[in-house]
């Protein structure tokens, strides 16, 4: 059995955004069956990238496409990709 990641766990889901910039900041995917979407991890930071589509999101068409958590506590809540690029570079390093 091989390791488990995004494209494993979550076969029907499209490409994470740019899965090699966030390695290269630290993050490890650490995406789970069992969890609602594909996930990455940083230390105490976990990035959570739902759906594009927001009606196959978790919390609906409401809900963001991108999540951060700091030790289960909500940091990022967005839809913009440059948001979360912009917290991983400036909060991250």
């Known amino acids: 059995m091989g ?3 995004y494209r494993t766990e979550f076969p029907g889901f499209e490409d994470a955004p740019a899965a090699d910039w966030l390695r290269a900041f630290g993050f490890e995917d650490t995406s789970w069956h069992n969890d609602a979407c594909p996930s ?3 230390d105490v930071f ?3 990238v739902d759906f594009k589509d927001p009606a196959a999101r978790e919390f609906g068409p ?3 496409r991108y999540l951060i958590t700091d030790e289960g506590r909500e940091v ?3 839809d913009d990709w440059a948001a979360v690029r912009a917290f991983v570079e400036d909060g991250v390093r």
């Open 3 to 5: 390791a488990m990641s």
């Open 62 to 64: 409401d809900g963001p």
């Open 46 to 48: 976990v990035l959570w």
């Open 40 to 42: 990455f991890t940083c």
């Open 76 to 78: 990022l809540a967005t």
